[in-house]
């Protein structure tokens, strides 16, 4: 219906085009003003008039030729009111919103998504949570709009990092025998670091140098067996958090696989002037750009993350033939990819501008953190239980005599969309604290409520079962009806936003929206007794269709009882 009127409008406005007037449509509040609004103040340039006669010329001329989607429009001081006709509009989005393809894209490119990127031998926190949330939620809406995604994951399983950690089970955690344990894993990290802390002389350190250094080098077969054993109990951890979290990859990348090629690069670099040395360091000198200064190798010559890295960009256009890379990544690396961007630009990578970095900022608790062993960060594990367990007092309230095995399975659900949608709704650039009852609140802004509202759908059309519905045409649509029908009407539009912009925030609000309204339509319009009783479970099953997308979209499990 809105292109209706964008096409109405441009035909009439002259210079304006239809991308500009799209932004300039506005949606009124009041629906007494219209379903749709256009101000004329953007065409004053144009006409040289006042508004106000601008509007009067422009809807006498718009009156003579209203397409039959349009009753009527009319002129309340500047603004032009569009009222579109109701039963047109709710036979064409029913028509459409039932369809199972409704809204999606079609573009054409093979794009990789890359996200998560947990270390091993360190714990999954909830920041891995809000960029693997985010990320798995981009690669859907890149896919509903027709988009070959090739999700990865680049994980570290080299570098300072694991060398602290081998360094210090070996030295004070031996007779531990190894464990699949997300807890004790982030243990001996955290035991490790503050084992570094104390030591004032810096001896330690020394000797965990020693054994990055052997680990780049991989010829001490002891150390390398504890290696991989470790690093594979990190894997199965994370694996496992992936399935709670309805998150897959394609393809799985490895800090250690990177480093042979990302050393050559870095002396390549250096050999062409685009890289120098510093006390010993090879580095790219961006300071003139205001972009500070990107070590390659350290001076022992081992290497650092930002040279696998570049090895990792030359590697993903090269044997995955992408057209563009997304990249998934904290605030705090900002700079970082800035720093790596322009390095790919001097290195006349020709797919250079065709990586975009998509950031997000930190999750916070109201108490700062949760009750964790690791002291610092905020354990899946650990996060994942007491949501769970609020999340079954919740659905035990609505349904005591729930059997453990669905309890459990529904608490997962809700816990995960709970988590995840208080996640997705925010703008990903900022940090946000998350609210455990806020987050599990069946009736209010959150993951539970969408939920919840779909499975009301789902119980409303399971009473239909066997029952002859009546095939009544529609002779009104009652403003519960139209209002629904309106926004789902806009799903299209919304999709089309969230790819373009890479966000699932609009989704994530739009479904909320959707949800209301249908809240207000169920509350109002009987469905089952009613007289157009096939309008209205045309309704619901519209609503049930778009609501599902959006959910699966945001990557949140839909449930038929809750």
Known sequence: MKQKVVKLLSRESRKLKKSEIEKIIEVPQNSDFGDYAFPCFPLVSIFKRNP????????????????????????????????????????????????????????????????????????????????????????????????NVVRANYQGDAGMHVAKWLWCYQKYHKK????????????????????????????LQVEVDEINRKLEKAKNKK?????????????????????????????????????????????ELLKKGIAKKSEGAVVMDFEKQGLGVLVLLR???????????????????KKYKIDSSIY?????????????????????????????????????LPTGKMSSRTGENILYSDFKKEIMDFAKKRIKQREPGLKKQELDKR??????????????????????????????????????????????ASSILRKLKGIKLSKKLITEVNPYEF??????????????????NLDPSLIANYSYQLAQIFNEFYHVCPVIKAENQQFRVDIVKAFKNVLGNCLNLLGIEVLERM
């Open 483 to 500: 209002k629904l029908l309106k926004k789902i009407s806009e799903f299209p539009e919304i999709i089309n936003k969230a790819y373009t």
């Open 52 to 147: 106000e006669q601008i509007a009067q010329d422009l809807a006498k001329k718009l009156q003579k030729k209203l397409p039959r989607e349009i009753e009527k429009i009319e002129v309340a001081g500047a603004y032009i009111n569009f009222f579109v006709n109701k039963k047109i509009l709710a036979k064409d989005v029913i028509k459409k919103a039932i369809d199972k393809n409704y809204g999606k894209g079609n573009y054409r490119a093979r794009v990789m998504v890359e996200f998560s990127q947990a270390n091993t031998h360190k714990a999954f926190h909830i920041g891995h949570i809000r960029g693997t949330s985010l990320g798995e939620s981009l690669a859907r809406i890149l896919e509903f709009n027709g988009i």
């Open 328 to 364: 998934v990544v904290g605030n705090e690396q900002n700079l970082y990819m800035k720093q790596l961007f322009k390095t790919l630009e001097l290195m006349k990578l020709k797919q250079a501008s065709n990586c975009k970095h998509i950031t997000y900022g930190l999750v916070r």
């Open 176 to 203: 531990q025998k190894l464990r699949k344990d997300e807890s004790w894993i982030a243990e001996i990290y955290v035991d490790a670091v503050r084992r570094l802390t104390k030591d004032k002389t810096k001896g």
């Open 223 to 267: 150390l390398m067996s504890l290696w991989k054993k470790t690093r594979k109990l990190s894997l199965d951890v994370f694996e496992t958090i992936y399935r709670d979290l309805n998150t897959k990859f394609d393809v799985y990348f490895f800090e250690r696989s990177m480093e042979k090629q990302g050393k050559q690069i870095a002396f």
């Open 411 to 456: 608490a997962l659900a809700v816990g995960i969309s709970a988590i995840k949608y208080s996640m997705l709704k925010q703008d990903s650039k900022k940090s946000f604290i998350f609210i455990k009852k806020d987050a599990l609140n069946f009736e209010g802004n959150s993951g539970p409520y969408l939920q919840y509202s779909y499975a009301r």
């Open 299 to 317: 001076k022992d010559g081992t290497v650092l993350y930002s040279a696998k890295d570049i090895a990792l960009a030359e590697k993903k256009f």
